[in-house]
């Protein structure tokens, strides 16, 4: 083998052998790092210097301070001439000595002496005017003018001094406790005497700053800390008692409680817009500039006051929206409506009772359209749903013969709604006018049960909007009349998004929007009639404002006739494309497969596994709380601040609720945890316990009633 050639080797390496058992020397942190983390955390640094946006306001606020800082100067030279002659007015009048003399009740015994003192006072004034004049005079001669300027410019200065704002002086208390704040119109002293005018915080209590204001869209953005024991939902409630003592309308007032990590229940947002941010013409909806849309994504529904754009999720929940006429109710119905249409895997059940032609264009999507407000269009909505609750009992039953990588839960998955093997697609019913199938008194036989019509259609409506969504079901429903007697309350309950544009009241406002909102600062009722297109939104699940915000005020977008056709045209092209164009649109208007025996067992169930009596809302918040303190080894009783503070409501409203259902506070002898013993209001669990017991029993007479 020598006339092999050469091999190169592999390399060498040198290591050492180290036992990972043993213990390792600890790394220190290099300095850098923990001087940057320090200052990132230290209070000690100014917020500007850690926040990009914080020193560019910063910077603006440098600059207009600068340009306002002659008018500055010149006031507060201004204030102290008045601190000044105010005090001279004050010694050359003796006031001290006349004011001792007045409490000590010798006023006259020293008024001889009170007036030589003030004629002494007086003579010296001259003599120190006369001084003055001749030494400035002397002065001028021979020095010339240049000391008269030094000295008026140093006799300026002391007098700006004088007139500085400090505290201990009327008018000239300090704003914040933070750093101060240079900006055009949210002027700390303003924001501070505006929060006191509205009694949201104490004459001597002040406002801790979290950030400077700063400018976002159009109009001014601030964060705030209240004083101690203070609460951010007093000022969300008075936030039109704020709007009015800052002088602007409520609707360029935005006030949020800051929740999360970087929140408590004392720090309030706050944004005031320069105008009215809903006084320009509306916007187009973007999905005009799209293709097609994904239903499992949140549908573009409109803008905020900060002009943020709002999405609003529907799968997986319902949507309720309600309105007086001709306030944008169908418009903001169809909008929820567009980014369904435009998803070719989306099944669509349109029921127009206005009979007009809003809706028109959605017959060349929907598997099953109908337009009409006669018995026989009822009747029709009827075995519609009738049909859907077969359909979702039928997909639960296949859910669970589904192996976990298919189906992880008992609920429809983006995957499995677009299987055509599968037949789950997301089917979603819009009913419009929907008080009018739920006022209808046409008779009905149920397996041998005399119903109206209405009853009916409120109870299928009911099942679906508790057992739908999890099966791909999206209910939407809207209606002009949102009161108590035309929407069941057991159907309000149970759908998740509601949009209330203007109504009459806060009553009807609470219908559509939820017990109690009015007392929240949530009333629509307040919303202006020039308005179009704008409502009160309280989503069911995350948005671009946050998915901690119980609710806001929110702008539609604009989607009239023509830009819906298109999107219904769009929305059938997708539909031919992938071969899912089905039932009225495809021209077949095949009868509804019904099981009237398996929806009322259905129906039945749902009814059985809930309670006896349907309770009144205060009620049943009380009967959540409370729990197992209401029974007989529970509490006796409970105070009304306790309620109030858990239930979010104020006192007047919460002792007429609890008045309706037979409640009266009373007084009790209560032990704080510090061991003090003091009487307070309240109300015994006896009594609320009789309350529950009369109103379920009076729920179930009435539907032993109905069904005789």
């Not at 500007?48 to 008018?71: E, F, I, R």
């Not at 903001?332 to 009772?353: K, M, N």
């Not at 009747?379 to 296949?398: H, P, S």
């Not at 104020?650 to 209560?670: I, L, N, W, Y």
């Amino acid at each position: 083998m020598a006339d092999s050639l050469p091999v190169k080797a592999d390399p060498v390496f040198e290591g050492e052998l180290i036992d990972d058992t043993l213990p390792q020397p600890r790394r220190r942190e290099p300095k850098t790092n923990r001087f940057i983390r320090w200052w990132r955390h230290s209070p000690r640094v100014p917020l500007w210097l850690k926040s990009k946006p914080q020193a560019v306001q910063a910077g603006k606020d440098a600059v207009v301070g600068l340009v306002k800082s002659p008018w500055r100067y010149v006031g507060a030279v201004v204030r102290g001439l008045v601190v000044g002659v105010r005090w001279w007015r004050g010694w050359v009048t003796v006031r001290d000595y006349r004011t001792a003399a007045e409490q000590s009740e010798k006023l006259a015994d020293k008024f001889t002496e009170i007036r030589a003192l003030t004629l002494f006072r007086w003579k010296v004034t001259g003599a120190v005017l006369v001084v003055a004049i001749v030494g400035v005079s002397i002065f001028d001669l021979v020095y010339g003018t240049d000391p008269l300027w030094i000295g008026g410019v140093a006799a300026s200065v002391a007098l700006a001094i004088l007139g500085r704002r400090k505290d201990g002086s009327p008018g000239r208390k300090p704003a914040l406790a933070g750093p101060r704040t240079l900006t055009w119109t949210m002027d700390p002293q303003v924001l501070v005497d505006a929060f006191r005018d509205a009694k949201l915080i104490g004459k001597d209590e002040m406002l801790r700053l979290v950030e400077r204001a700063t400018r976002v869209g159009d109009g001014w953005a601030v964060t705030v800390d209240l004083p101690a024991t203070r609460k951010a939902a007093d000022v969300v409630k008075n936030r039109d008692a704020l709007a009015s003592a800052l002088a602007v309308d409520e609707v360029q007032l935005i006030v949020e409680r800051v929740r999360g990590n970087g929140g408590h229940a004392g720090r309030v947002s706050m944004w005031v817009a320069d105008e009215d941010p809903y006084a320009s013409s509306p916007l187009r909806t973007p999905l005009l500039g799209v293709a097609q849309w994904d239903a499992w994504r949140p549908i573009p529904f409109g803008r905020d006051a900060r002009d943020r754009r709002i999405d609003l999720p529907l799968v997986w929940t319902s949507l309720l929206v309600g309105a007086i006429p001709r306030q944008g109710k169908t418009f903001a119905a169809r909008l929820a409506a567009a980014g369904l249409i435009l998803d070719a895997w989306v099944r669509l059940y349109v029921a127009d009772f206005k009979a007009g032609k809003d809706w028109d264009a959605a017959g060349l999507v929907a598997h099953r359209f109908m337009s009409g407000d006669e018995p026989e269009h009822v009747l029709a909505l009827v075995d519609w749903l009738i049909e859907l609750v077969g359909e979702v009992q039928t997909r639960f039953r296949r859910m669970r013969d589904l192996d976990d990588l298919t189906c992880p839960e008992s609920k429809v998955t983006p995957e499995m709604s677009r299987d055509k093997a599968l037949n789950m697609p997301i089917t979603a019913i819009f009913i419009d006018e929907v008080q009018v199938p739920l006022e209808d008194r046409t008779p009905v036989d149920v397996q041998g049960k005399k119903l109206t019509a209405g009853e009916y259609v409120g109870e299928l409506l009911t099942w679906l909007a508790k057992k739908g969504p999890a099966a791909g079901i999206v209910l939407v429903l809207a209606t002009q009349r949102p009161d108590s007697k035309t929407i069941p309350s057991g159907l309000r309950a149970v759908l998740g998004s509601r949009f209330a544009l203007r109504v009459m009241d806060w009553r009807d406002s609470n219908i559509v929007l939820g017990e109690q909102m009015n007392t929240r600062g949530f009333d629509s009722s307040r919303l202006l009639p020039s308005h179009k297109g704008v409502g009160i939104l309280r989503p069911d699940g995350d948005t671009s404002a946050g998915a901690d915000v119980l609710a806001m005020t929110v702008r539609t977008y604009y989607m009239p006739n023509e830009d819906w056709r298109t999107i219904c045209e769009q929305g059938r092209t997708l539909r031919e494309a992938a071969g899912t164009l089905t039932g009225h649109a495809a021209g077949q208007d095949t009868m509804p497969v019904l099981d009237h025996a398996a929806a009322v067992k259905a129906i039945g169930a749902g009814h059985a596994a809930e309670s006896p009596g349907e309770l009144p809302e205060v009620l049943a918040s009380l009967v959540e709380y409370l729990g197992d303190d209401l029974g007989p080894d529970g509490r006796d009783f409970v105070p009304t601040a306790e309620l109030l503070d858990v239930l979010e409501v104020d006192s007047r409203t919460f002792a007429q609720q609890m008045a309706e259902v037979g409640c009266r506070p009373t007084r009790d002898r209560v032990t704080s945890e510090d061991g003090e013993t003091r009487q307070v209001r309240g109300y015994r669990t006896a009594e609320i316990r009789s309350a529950i017991s009369r109103a379920t029993t009076s729920t179930s007479t009435s539907d032993e009633d109905g069904q005789r």
